[in-house]
Every structure is written in structure tokens, then in C-alpha cells.
């Protein structure tokens, strides 16, 4: 749930700062008064592309952040677990945006990419827009309706965090088998090193010797 959202220097707002509570909340006003503002910084702050355009003039940054409570939604967490970020029970989301076009994001004040901003997104949020109904044919929502459905979030939780770790030590073992194979490798070449250095049958000191005379021709072509 959003409990609260706070915009810096977007477009024509200097500063606002909404307290959420639970039940339906309707935004009022004339037209004009920046009601379709908060709906685009709170976009932004899921990881909407970001507009230089919408930093308000006269300032160098716009500021977003969303605070939202995800005691309940343990898709939620479990992408933070996935992704090694923090996963209390409040989560912060930031996002800055520059006159010069530079745009960073972060999660509970840890840097993040936006395409990981928007996955997170997913789990928290259900934007309804002029064509949100295309979503229903996508098959990850479909999916996701079904699992909410069948009320098995609690097993559905549980799958993911064995696949994670399954995908993980299956990485894991790739790495080993690479480095054994790149050992093995290297082992064959040093053997045949050995062999060669062994076919040579060299006296000792005869290395130094034929160093030298390597030298002194050198020096007798210049």
C-alpha cells in the first residue's frame, strides 16, 4: 500500500508531500492544479521513462520519492531477497532527475537500474490507464491473476525462493565445471612444456651458454 509521496521541482510543483491511509482516495481540483502531476510523479517514482522537460525551471532537480508498506505482499519481498536488497516491511522508493537528462533510482537509499525499478514496480502497483486493459493478454498477468486466485501466494513465495536457489547453484556448478575445464587445460600445456624442456637434454650451464652465443650473434648481424 502507498502510504506516501513526496514531489521536489516537478514542472509547476515546488513541493508536495501526500499522506496516504488506507481505503479509496479521490484527488480533487480545478483544472490545472496539478492533479494529473502526482499520477506522473508517482509513475516516475515506479520507473516511468523520465523527461528532462519536467524539471521545474529555475532548478537543477526533481525529486520523488513513494514510500509503501509491503507487510503484505510477499512478491514484494521476495524480489528484494532475489535482487539482495533490504526487505523490511517499509520500502522507499527515490528517483532523481536532472535539467541535464541524468536520472538515477534507489531502494530503500540503495542505487538500483530503472528496468530493476520497474520489475519491483510490478509488485506494488496497478496502474489503470486508458488502455490498462491490454494486460489481461499478457501471460505473466494472467498467470499472477491465477496464483491470487487460487490464494496459494504463501506456496507460490515458496517455488520462487527454491528456484532462485536452484538457478543459483546451477550457475554455481557451471563456474566449477569451467574453471576445472580451463585447469585441465592449462595442466595439458604445462605437461607438454615439461616434455619439451625434457626432450632438450640440457647440461647445466649450457642454457647460459647458448644465451650468450645467442647474444653475440645478435651483436656480430648489427
Not at 510477499?74 to 532523481?96: G, H, I, Y
Not at 491473476?145 to 490464494?151: H, I, N, P, V
Request: with cysteine.
Amino acid at each position: 500500500m502507498l502510504l506516501q509521496l513526496n514531489v521536489k521541482n516537478l514542472a509547476t510543483l515546488a513541493s508536495v508531500d501526500l499522506e496516504l491511509t488506507g481505503g479509496c482516495i479521490a484527488v480533487t481540483g480545478d483544472t490545472g492544479a496539478g492533479k494529473s502531476l502526482i499520477l506522473d510523479a508517482l509513475e516516475l517514482a515506479l520507473g516511468a521513462r523520465a523527461d528532462t522537460g519536467l524539471v521545474r525551471a529555475g532548478t537543477e532537480r526533481a525529486q520523488i520519492i513513494a514510500e509503501f508498506d509491503i507487510a503484505r505482499l510477499p512478491s514484494a519481498k521476495n524480489w528484494l531477497r532475489v535482487n539482495e536488497l533490504d526487505q523490511d516491511d517499509e520500502l522507499v522508493l527515490r528517483r532523481t532527475l536532472t535539467s541535464e537528462g541524468r536520472s538515477k533510482a534507489y531502494v530503500n537509499g540503495t542505487p538500483i537500474s530503472t528496468s530493476q525499478l520497474r520489475e519491483l514496480s510490478e509488485q506494488l502497483v496497478l496502474m489503470h490507464t486508458q488502455h490498462a486493459n491490454q494486460k489481461l493478454l499478457q501471460p505473466k498477468h494472467q498467470l499472477e491473476l491465477l496464483d491470487e486466485f487460487a490464494d496459494q501466494s504463501q506456496t507460490l513465495t515458496t517455488f520462487e525462493t527454491a528456484y532462485y536457489e536452484w538457478t543459483s547453484a546451477l550457475s554455481a556448478l557451471q563456474t566449477l565445471k569451467t574453471d576445472a575445464s580451463r585447469a585441465d587445460t592449462e595442466r595439458e600445456l604445462l605437461a607438454f612444456q615439461v616434455e619439451e624442456l625434457n626432450s632438450l637434454n640440457l647440461k647445466d650451464g649450457e642454457f647460459e651458454q647458448l644465451d650468450q652465443e645467442q647474444r653475440q650473434l645478435a651483436s656480430g648481424d648489427t
